[in-house]
């Protein structure tokens, strides 16, 4: 063999390290083993998982049931030469992202799937892989296995993103469904989404709206470039929707969707995450169960929608090994937009409201409150009254 | 100057020329002058048209209304040591074939919305992108503004997909949208979609289900690594569908769409072209208008939709120019996967099937009928029956 034969050899073949074997790492270790011939078929490209890590011990049974070596050290991996590609599935920000810096600094890239710390250090980890000219790859970050971060920084990377809105969050999605279709209130439905494993005991991240809000965060980066300071975005979860709330809007034709809403007008962007009511025959109003779906509007693109399951072990590692075999390949990710457009105050928004309130059956009651809403120059566009 | 950094700077700028001035072609030009700025922003590549060529000299105008130099000689353009990327926007198999070989053997890329040649020729262009290591960009050859090549070839690159099927033709959808809401039938609904510019005065191609036919050659080579032999493919096309099948349709919760299948069952690969009963709720046959729309069942991503405009140049500008962009990035695709299935003949494929006929009322008429049925082993699942 020759040696320029050696050193093509020696290109393709990627050796990676795994930081966290939580329900993602896992998933990502055995599709890895399933797929990586298709990969390597497909692409020339051979992944060999080196080693992985998790902080906890016990997680050393995951290791050995892939047959592949464990240490409880991250380091062991970063300072190790002979390792292509960190992949950090820790997630949170420390000690994920001291990690992520270190392992650039190494010399490595990076793979992740932590919204939470893009959300929130995003400027600083793009910065850092810039300054040691690594690349990350983040498609598991938004959105599951929907190809999403791909599909806008690499196939809309000649448009202009104008609107985005979208289910970003599969338990929110889940709950509302329930309580639509079974005409559950708020705490059953959480606690069946809990008992089957879509939210977590300690739901407040995604009944708050804060997971959206990471993705969110995300999302205004590659569209817009523009990392959102997460305090100024408006953010509303579903905890204070109620089972009358999801029947008016069925009367009324909608469905009520944990909406992510990113607009750009007048170059301000508004960024909100709240309830909305969305039309019966639209994309987003069909997004069922624990799914995800991001719907786009984009110069000269037009209108795009994504779909697929936006959460979980297996469809998630999809993504993580997607960007896995790209950055093998050496594509680097388009990232390098400077945002100049700033964020729209929550009070300055143009928008249809629902408003629901209950008031003693008196005459005149409905003129005194439209009254009300007229002197703030709010008009009615549908009324709906019951009885108690 | 130093040389390092004038180096860098010529990786940076890359230089095209596009051979062919139709629909796609001005729109490609007109999104290029509008949105390289966007692309130069955000991946530092400066792309510059430096001529475009139409056989048609009449096309000048186009490109002088850009101020770009013109040649209705293509050779101008691919000998031209100085262009990096020949982009095909011709359609059809020849010149374009002979175009797009000279150009890999003169050192370029290319980029192609060329859907019939990759689904008759994919095979040869592949193998000559391969032997003189030149990379192909082919996103605008299926679904217009949907980034579905790139999702599949890279997002998908470590899955194996199961199931595809989808809205591929914008014409016929929006003439079976027509048809279904304005109660037309299939003459009067393909006028308008004529006189609207949906369809072409020549439609044999879309309404028979031809362009369907090379999209799905295009898919099942990147999903499953098998192009077809496109006479074996089961295809028919719109044309036979009455308004009163739209209405039985209707009355049982379906909608007709003409879809296109492939999905791999036992090493077989069953692909498909024929108008099908869709159920209401599902979200392809929500599709309207000249949208398209495309159904995934991959492992371990799952299920995935990937809808947007589907034709029209704007929209597929946006894809050929996403391909311009990566490819000045040097990004290869992944095209290597060898097929190894080979097809299901149409008589194998198990599905569920609509039956319409018209009978004399006589008594047991419908016994009979079904008799038949039942002697071929073809169970009844609904029956619905009028009288005239």
Redesign the interface.
Known sequence: MSLSRKKLDHFMKKKIGIIGLGTIGE?TL???K???S??N????VDIEIKKVCDLNRNKSRVASKFSIPYTPDPYELINDPDIDIIVELIGGIQPAKKYILKSFQKGKDVVTANKALLARCGKDIFAAAKKFKRNIGF?GSVC????LI??I????????VTKLYGVLNGTTNYILCKMEKESMDFSAALKEAQAKGFAEKKSRLDVEGIDTLHKLAILSYLCF?VWPDLEDVHVRGISSISLSDIIYARELSYKIKLLAVAKKENNKLDLRIHPAFVPD?H?IA?VNSA?N?VWLE????????????GA?G??T???V??D???IS?E??R?????GTICLKSTGNVMSRYYIRFMARDFPGVLAKASKILASFNISIASVTQKER
């Open positions: 998933a055995r599709s890895l399933k797929y990586s298709l990969i078929k497909r692409s020339s498609e599951g296995a929907i190809p791909r599909s920084s690499e196939g809309l990377i000649g448009c202009e470039g025959e994309p069909q799914f779906a984009a110069k000269p693109a037009g209108q795009l929608l994504f779909y697929g399951e979980g297996a469809p590692s999809s993504s090994i997607s896995i075999a790209n390949f594509k680097a388009f990232i390098n937009e400077k």
